[in-house]
């Protein structure tokens, strides 16, 4: 259900609870206007990906939870307990500075 100023008053069926948190989302159910980032659990480093090169490469089918495990700092080179975040981009805004994310390489 949609307020006239297009506000959610209804949950979506994918939404995020703070119980669940957002690893049980896979890349398709994202929408469209939603953006990935990665941030590290060691130095706080934070960055925006590329989820459409993601899912081209390893599938929108996984859930965040499968790819957490894949994700390493582009500082300070940690693997592990590093996490995801959600942003969502203004509708009025272009997003250009989405990074790629080549095979094998840190996020």
Known sequence: MRHSRSIDLVPERHAIGAVNGIGHLRLADLDGEQILGARCAACDYKNWVNRWE??????????????????????????????????????????????????????
């Open 54 to 107: 993601i899912a081209r490469q390893f599938g929108s089918e996984r859930t965040l939870d499968e790819l957490r495990q894949m994700l390493r700092c582009g500082r300070c080179g940690n693997k592990g307990n590093n996490g995801w975040r959600l942003g969502r981009i203004d509708r009025d805004s272009e997003w250009v500075d989405v990074q790629s994310v080549p095979h094998r390489s840190s996020i």
